[in-house]
């Protein structure tokens, strides 16, 4: 009889990265096809990919020409194959022209202030926070954004509102992404397995179950009864 595999998954990403979305329902849709095969702890790591951006963030499509070096139809091309991927898992991004770009910082301080008290709603505000992005186009360095959304993750609003009032988790938010940065994650979304093994991208749902089942196989301790 065998006994299930216990995997740690680290799941570094950023609120304004549509692939780290589609990543994260990829990763989740493949968990379910686990089912009790496979036991698995998420932890949501930070990665800013605009940390200078101010509060009122910048216009997208400028922004995302300039960063890749693109033109406006190319843009368009990319952002139609994205919104396409998504929507095969559920996820529905509505950004295009005149959407903006924004700050993630606090964003990424909630997320680890939720992780502190409850991982499964860490999980569900990090949803919450990509439909307040990608769905609804909000501005995530809103603080009224933040507690709403988390208030939708049944999280406790006062105590949001009391962090992110503060600086709290600021040192320790920085801490997390030196360290991934400094083990050579410079893109994301990365899940990184069991400390060991690197996915890297938004895969396809089959991709991380693949993945997860061979990882799993090699963890897995016999129990003999």
Not at 37 to 63: C, I, K, M, T
Not at 84 to 100: D, F, K, Q
Request: charged share 25%; aromatic share 6%; hydrophobic share 40%.
């Amino acid at each position: 009889m065998t006994s299930p595999a216990h995997l740690r998954i680290d799941f570094v990403s950023d609120v304004a990265c549509p692939w780290c979305a589609i990543g994260l329902a990829s990763l989740q849709q493949a968990l379910t096809r686990l089912g009790d095969s496979v036991r698995v702890d998420v932890h949501l790591q930070p990665f800013e990919l605009n940390p200078s951006l101010p509060f009122e963030g910048e216009n997208a499509d400028e922004h995302l020409m300039r960063k890749y070096g693109i033109d406006e139809a190319q843009l368009e091309t990319n952002r139609a194959a994205i919104r396409e991927r998504a929507a095969a898992l559920g996820v529905i991004i509505n950004t295009g022209h005149g959407s903006r770009v924004w700050n993630t910082f606090d964003a990424h301080r909630l997320l680890h202030w939720a992780g502190l008290q409850d991982p499964e709603r860490a999980l569900a505000l990090k949803r919450a926070l990509f439909r307040a992005y990608f769905t609804d186009n909000e501005n995530v360095a809103d603080r009224s954004v933040l507690i709403r959304a988390a208030t939708d993750a049944k999280l406790d609003a006062g105590e949001a509102h009391r962090m992110l009032e503060g600086d709290e988790y600021t040192d320790e938010v920085r801490a997390r992404e030196r360290h991934f940065q400094q083990a050579g994650i410079h893109s994301v979304p990365a899940t990184i397995i069991e400390n060991s093994y690197l996915i890297s991208g938004g895969q396809p749902p089959d991709a991380f179950e693949r993945a997860l089942r061979k990882i799993a196989a090699a963890q897995r301790p016999i129990d003999i009864r």
